[in-house]
T-cell receptor
Framework: EAQVTQNPRYLITVTGKKLTVTCSQN?????MSWYRQDPGLGLRQIYY???????DKGDVPEGYKVSRKEKRNFPLILESPSPNQTSLYFC??????????FGSGTRLTVV | DQQVKQNSPSLSVQEGRISILNCDYT??????FLWYKKYPAEGPTFLIS?????DKNEDGRFTVFLNKSAKHLSLHIVPSQPGDSAVYFC??????????????FGKGTKLSVIP
């Protein structure tokens, strides 16, 4: 089954403790992206990657890092999380009719 | 500056009637438009798209209309069903060949279909 898999689904952490949210896709897509969803703000792009070793900032990249060492994986790294990064995060890959396939989301709470 | 606007945060419709969700955009470089549907606790799922060379695209009960001169698109759902209750996001991107696939999303409209 074609899918984008994110882990973990839920995460509670403390301010300043580094964390990584993993994302993997099995569709051999070149383009992948991370979004965050916040109430009243919709989906905002954090980072995207057009291919292996090619990444670029989206609209809200501050406080985040990404890497793309292999085509299938696109982890999101928070080096020093802060409470304003409490959000619902979605990984997505692009394929077919221009549509993204999204993962199921990671709900992150930073206390 | 919000480039993709969904001005109605919520919409309630009776089952069997038409649902019309609206979306406006400001960026003239946008060339490709998509609608996504999102249920709670799930990721958004692609619903339907339209490129700027068309003014209408239909897929079953779902039709998207594009008025490029007005920078406006709408999603029509006919007939509406209770299972259509979800948040709908409008999204836009530059032409796929322009080197960027970056999607800009609206804030979403929560549709409630009342049985």
């Amino acid at each position: 089954e074609a899918q984008v898999t994110q882990n973990p689904r839920y995460l509670i952490t403390v301010t300043g403790k580094k964390l990584t949210v993993t994302c993997s896709q099995n569709m051999n897509h070149e383009y992948m992206s991370w979004y965050r969803q916040d109430p009243g703000l919709g989906l905002r792009q954090i980072y995207y990657s057009m291919n292996v070793e090619v990444t670029d900032k989206g609209d809200v990249p501050e406080g985040y890092k990404v890497s793309r060492k292999e085509k299938r994986n696109f982890p999101l790294i928070l080096e020093s999380p802060s409470p304003n990064q409490t959000s619902l995060y979605f990984c997505a890959s692009l394929g077919g009719s221009g549509g993204y396939t999204f993962g199921s989301g990671t709900r992150l709470t930073v206390v | 500056d919000q480039q993709v606007k969904q001005n109605s945060p919520s919409l309630s419709v009776q089952e069997g009637r038409i649902s019309i969700l609206n979306c406006d955009y400001t960026n003239s470089m946008f060339d490709y438009f998509l609608w996504y549907k999102k249920y709670p606790a799930e990721g958004p799922t692609f619903l339907i798209s339209i490129s700027s060379i068309k003014d209408k695209n239909e897929d079953g009960r779902f039709t998207v209309f594009l008025n490029k001169s007005a920078k406006h698109l709408s999603l029509h759902i006919v007939p509406s069903q209770p299972g259509d209750s979800a948040v709908y996001f409008c999204a836009a991107s530059p032409a796929p060949g322009a080197g960027s696939y970056q999607l800009t999303f609206g804030k979403g409209t929560k549709l409630s279909v009342i049985p």
